[in-house]
């Protein structure tokens, strides 16, 4: 190089694979820390639906005894209390859906290959929370099970 032309910068010889490593180093971090916030939000989401069936079901465990000493079915108990938090999940993911519809444009340089507002993947996280929602729901409401009608009579 220095023979064709003295002037021309010369720093060294690089792999291109160690430069495109360098080049997105940046957002590799930004998107691990995406990520990372985006697992604690679902996390505390699912600890958060948990503790409000699980308090539901504990609160009114007697309720929910007599109800099954005088007819009801377990399936229904189940699916009542389920319910209740499936109905809360559903509330905060539409109320969310719009909230994340104005953000999205902020976060657009962190979305590599997907669009801003790219549908199928709108409906995939939607899918994802509400799975986590139905999981989240269930365990508490499936400890219905294991109340004991006559024990709750006898305590009446």
């Known amino acids: 190089m220095s023979s064709v032309d003295p002037a021309l910068p010369f720093s060294g010889f690089y792999r ?8 997105l180093a940046t957002q590799r971090i930004e998107v691990a820390l995406l990520g990372t916030m985006v697992g604690l939000a679902l996390l505390l989401s699912a600890i958060g639906i948990f503790a409000l069936v699980a308090n539901m079901v504990a609160q009114r465990s007697r309720e929910i005894g007599i109800r099954l000493a005088l007819g009801s079915t377990l399936s229904q108990a ?10 809360a999940s559903v509330a905060g993911l ?3 859906l719009p909230v994340s519809a104005a953000a999205l444009p902020v976060i657009r340089h962190v979305l590599y290959g997907v669009g801003v507002y790219d549908a199928p993947t709108i409906a995939g996280v939607a899918a994802m ?3 986590v929602a139905i ?9 219905i099970a294991r ?4 024990s709750t009579l006898r305590d009446e």
Not at 16 to 23: G, K, R
Not at 78 to 87: K, S, T
């Open 78 to 87: 189940i699916f009542h209390f389920a319910a209740v938090g499936l109905r």
């Open 135 to 143: 999981g989240a729901t269930a365990l508490p409401a499936l400890r």
């Open 129 to 131: 929370l509400l799975l």
């Open 16 to 23: 291109m694979s160690d430069l495109q490593h360098e080049t």
């Open 94 to 96: 539409l109320a969310g």
């Open 147 to 150: 109340i004991d009608p006559a």
